[in-house]
């Protein structure tokens, strides 16, 4: 249950960051990748500022809750 809640936070945060900061890589460089057109909006945000910061969501808190595993196996965090 720990792990959930960090991944929820870890996605949270870097979502935030990224709609603040739409550069922050891979999201940015994903959503190039897959062609999303720079000029649509949706909500008043640029869809392609969206999607990046779901990929940066998806990708950190991935890479954030595996560190938090890691550590729990080893015994640094119970």
């Not at 960051?17 to 994903?30: D, K, M, Q, S």
């Not at 897959?34 to 640029?46: H, Q, R, S, T, Y």
């Amino acid at each position: 249950m720990k792990g959930a809640i960090i991944f929820i936070i870890a996605f949270l945060i870097f979502l935030v960051a990224t709609l603040a900061y739409p550069e922050l890589p891979p999201g940015n460089v994903i959503s190039d990748a897959v062609g999303i057109d720079p000029a649509v909006e949706w909500g008043g945000f640029l869809v392609k500022t969206l999607t990046s910061a779901i990929f940066n969501g998806i990708i950190y808190g991935i890479i954030i809750w595996l560190i938090f595993i890691a550590l729990q196996k080893t015994g640094i965090i119970e």
